[in-house]
């Protein structure tokens, strides 16, 4: 599966990525969630992969063995066809994180753990190039998408020039 990797980060994934690298996984989960929601894309089913990760580590948080367990699974399924850097998101480390996230917990069983080291949580990486100016269409209020300097609207086919974003002042 690979979407529309070359696309843009919806701002709500951004906003859910950055609350989970704060460990503010609840609310991550709710960003994420709102993106799934929102995109059209089939990219939204790499936002629900990351999403499951955050629910995933709430239940560790939580002590919650089988619900971890349980929504781990999911997100593998979600995850594991995407390629390593998808928008940006680096979704190998992600998997390779969240699977060593998980052998620990799996080790540990559900009597232990809360015996989880915490700093085995690793934050979800993005590329520094990944995060590009995102376009609302004026017509609709579609999410628009630029390539090679065309800004288009796939919902009802809005399109301008990015050189029409620059404004002159006498």
Known sequence: MSG?????????????????????????????EAAWR?????VRELYRGILQIAVTCLHIT????????????????????????CTGIQVGKLRSDAEKVMMEVRRLGMENINQLD???FKP???????????????N????????????????CGNRFDCSDLNIHFD
């Open 140 to 155: 609709c209020g579609s999410k628009m998408y630029e390539r090679n300097c065309k800004v288009t609207c796939p919902n």
């Open 118 to 120: 915490h700093s085995l």
């Open 62 to 85: 939580r002590g919650n063995y089988d619900g971890a367990i349980k929504v781990y699974g999911r997100s593998v399924k979600w995850l594991r066809d995407w390629p390593d850097v």
């Open 4 to 32: 529309n990797c070359d696309g843009n980060i919806h701002p709500q994934a951004l906003e859910g990525i950055r609350l989970f690298n704060q460990g503010k996984f609840f609310e991550a989960h709710e960003e994420l």
């Open 124 to 138: 979800i990486g993005i590329e520094e190039n990944a995060v590009k100016r995102v376009y609302i269409c004026d």
């Open 38 to 42: 929102d995109e059209k894309d089939e």
